[in-house]
């Protein structure tokens, strides 16, 4: 498929091009709601629609999302690393700014770590970030930096001050976006860091308040459970 997407024609209906435009803002809020089934279709229809009529500014980023389902469902790890091969590709053709954190993401979270070292993944999801930054794509960015934090921290290549410090900078700014799911998890990985360099006091006077997340981050509950139950 890797040629096909260099052969792709580009997406012309503009009914077409409006619906990849709402199933990608359904993505998000199928997500966040942890509504599977949804989420799950609407990945499938927009690279159904993106195989049947062209490439379109929002096909990378489901492209790279179809690795949740293949590597959570199918258990296919391989695959779910070649369509993040697929959605880099798709990215680079449509050179839409807008789409490109969300697809650095999506594609060196749910794809690429199966297939490559931990360690390649760092930079691309630290440039998602500064893009995501720059194009107001909020979410994408913060996810971005978390990935990269955690993904430095797990690659063991890191110092872990710095790591340490670019937490305490990045919480305060996700809470202040009203960002709940990436300042919950945000702050249970922030208290393992402390913990892994030794500053338990600033460590217990970190908060992980899930009252405020359970209801619509199921994901981001269980995964501030995880990372406590690595800092123990």
Do not use: C, H
């Given at each position: 498929m890797k040629e096909d997407v260099e052969l792709m024609p580009f997406m012309s209906d503009p009914n077409r091009i409006q619906a990849m435009k709402i199933l990608s803002k359904m993505m998000d809020a199928c997500y966040f709601s942890d509504d599977e089934e949804r989420l799950t279709l609407c990945i499938f229809?927009?690279?159904?629609?993106?195989?049947?009529?062209?490439?379109?500014a929002e096909s990378s980023r489901p492209m790279a999302a179809l690795g949740i389902v293949l590597q959570q469902v199918l258990n296919d790890l391989k695959g779910a690393g070649d369509y993040a091969d697929y959605?880099?590709?798709?990215?680079?053709?449509a050179d839409h700014r807008p789409?490109?954190?969300?697809?650095l993401f999506?594609?060196?979270?749910?794809?690429?770590?199966?297939?490559?070292?931990?360690?390649?993944?760092?930079?691309?999801?630290?440039?998602?970030?500064?893009?995501?930054?720059?194009?107001?794509?909020?979410?994408?960015?913060?996810?971005?930096?978390?990935f990269s934090l955690w993904f430095s921290l797990q690659a063991g290549n890191s110092p872990l001050a710095p790591i340490e410090m670019e937490w305490s900078k990045q919480i305060p700014r996700m809470e202040a976006a009203g960002q709940v799911v990436h300042a919950l998890t945000g702050k249970a990985a922030w208290k393992c860091v402390l913990t892994l360099c030794g500053k338990f006091d600033q460590a217990d006077r970190v908060i992980v308040d899930r009252e405020t997340g359970i209801g619509t981050t199921p994901t981001a509950f269980h995964m501030s459970k995880g990372f406590e139950n690595y800092q123990q």
């Open positions: 229809r927009s690279v159904d629609y993106t195989k049947r009529y062209g490439i379109a959605a880099m590709k798709l990215m680079e053709r789409t490109q954190s969300g697809t999506v594609a060196n979270w749910a794809g690429f770590p199966w297939v490559k070292p931990v360690k390649e993944l760092i930079e691309p999801l630290r440039q998602g970030y500064q893009i995501g930054i720059t194009t107001e794509e909020a979410d994408d960015a913060s996810w971005g930096i978390f």
